[in-house]
């Protein structure tokens, strides 16, 4: 049994990690390379923690939508914007099952190390799918598929990363076509007594 992982405990101290925020850099970078952003583009990021993804996206685009189900996240990612004077992000709790997820329609929906957290991905690309404007790009990032070594906690975590192949399958699926799949990042952690890095993917699709 998967216990549930409580993201609210860990809120205030999220960004005090160095590793998360060179991921979030390194996938914002990769998004800007990867997907034409612009500044008529409304957002979704879907599991937005404490926005680490969305403020390094946010320049480039007109505004984001940022969810998560866990308030307190929410709460670190508002006090940000306000001492940053962002004001094109609006974080918005959303229910665990995703009941509530805005219905856009959304330009790009993005999402970052949060699907290994959801059991179905492929009914979440469909909920996205619909959620997203003709034309409109959902992009994932997340582990490459490994061993289960990655999270100290194994709570609420539903899949060691994911076969590229495998989640190109979802993605067609969901009726996204123009598939690209890159390499992301490296993140690295301290694993039996060495560092050990773990690969990530940024993968794209359009609706036509
Ligand atoms: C590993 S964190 C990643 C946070 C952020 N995207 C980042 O890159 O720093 C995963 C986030 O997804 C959220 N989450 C997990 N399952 C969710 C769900 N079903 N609906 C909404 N948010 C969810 C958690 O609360 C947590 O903030």
Redesign the pocket.
């Known amino acids: 049994v998967v216990q549930k ?1 409580d ?2 405990k ?2 205030a101290v ?1 960004d005090e990690k160095p590793l ?1 925020l060179k ?2 850099a390194d ?1 914002g970078l990769a998004m800007r390379e990867t997907v034409e952003l612009g500044p008529g583009m409304a957002c979704l ?10 403020l390094q996206v946010q320049p480039y685009v007109g505004s984001i939508l940022a ?4 308030q307190a ?1 929410l709460d670190i990612l508002q006090a940000k914007l306000d001492a940053a004077g962002v004001h094109n992000i609006r974080p918005q709790r ?5 009941a509530d997820m805005p219905v856009g329609p959304f330009d790009l929906i993005f ?4 699907l ?3 059991p179905d991905p492929a009914s ?1 690309l469909a909920q996205f799918v619909e959620r997203l404007a003709p034309g409109g790009v959902v992009c994932i ?1 997340d582990l490459d598929a490994e061993d289960g070594s990655f999270h100290d906690d194994g709570a ?1 975590v539903f899949h060691h990363g994911f076969e590229r192949e495998r989640l190109g399958e979802l993605f067609l699926e969901a009726g996204l076509t123009d598939l690209r799949a890159r390499d992301a990042a490296l993140v690295q952690k301290p694993r039996q007594g060495g560092m050990r890095g773990y690969p990530m993917f940024l993968m794209v699709g359009r609706k036509a």
């Open positions: 992982r993201f609210n860990e809120a999220w998360r991921l979030a996938v990021d879907f599991g937005c923690g404490t926005g680490l993804v969305s969810v998560d189900s866990a996240m959303i229910a665990h099952d995703g999402s970052n190390m949060t290994h957290h959801v979440l990032s609420g």
